[in-house]
């Protein structure tokens, strides 16, 4: 009977033992599940330290939620709210793209520097211009 327990541990937080991942998950961040969308996003957000990834900043919109286990917020979440903050970061993409589409936005020019990059300019229905750099600064340009 003591060894049947012991194998149905999943883990322990503070000595003591915990029988699934959602309660190790809740156990080791003070509270019980997340069911707010706006709190879900804001706890993420406080977990990747102001959506941080590889030394740049991010927003939630362009912030990879990677499946590995030890990326954040990943392994603070229960595996029902990660899959809840994936959709809602997928809203939040297509939402944007459907906004982007709306500005009509038109290639105007192509720039070739002496670095090898390349980098287009566009223009939208108002006016506004962008600058996409599409081949960053490589290489030598002496053979």
Same mark, same amino acid.
Request: glycine share 6%; hydrophobic share 35%; charged share 35%.
């Given at each position: 009977? @003591? ?5 149905? =541990?999943?883990? %322990? =937080? ?59 917020? @990943?392994?603070?979440? %229960?595996? %029902? ?63």
């Amino acid at each position: 009977m @003591k060894n049947e327990k012991a194998k149905r =541990v999943y883990g %322990t =937080v503070n000595s003591r033992p915990v029988y699934s991942r959602d309660e190790y998950v809740y156990a080791c961040r003070g509270f019980g599940a997340i069911k707010d969308d706006q709190d879900l996003i804001a706890f993420a957000e406080k977990a990747t330290h102001g959506w941080l990834y590889a030394g740049w900043k991010r927003n939630f919109r362009t912030y990879y939620l990677g499946d590995y286990a030890l990326d954040e917020p @990943k392994c603070s979440l %229960t595996e %029902t709210e990660y899959a809840r903050l994936k959709e809602l970061q997928k809203e939040a993409q297509k939402a944007y793209e459907k906004a982007e589409n709306a500005r009509q936005w038109k290639q105007i020019n192509i720039v070739v520097y002496a670095d090898n990059s390349v980098e287009e300019i566009w223009r939208d229905k108002d006016g506004i211009e962008k600058r996409v750099m599409v081949i960053p600064p490589h290489g030598d340009v002496c053979y």
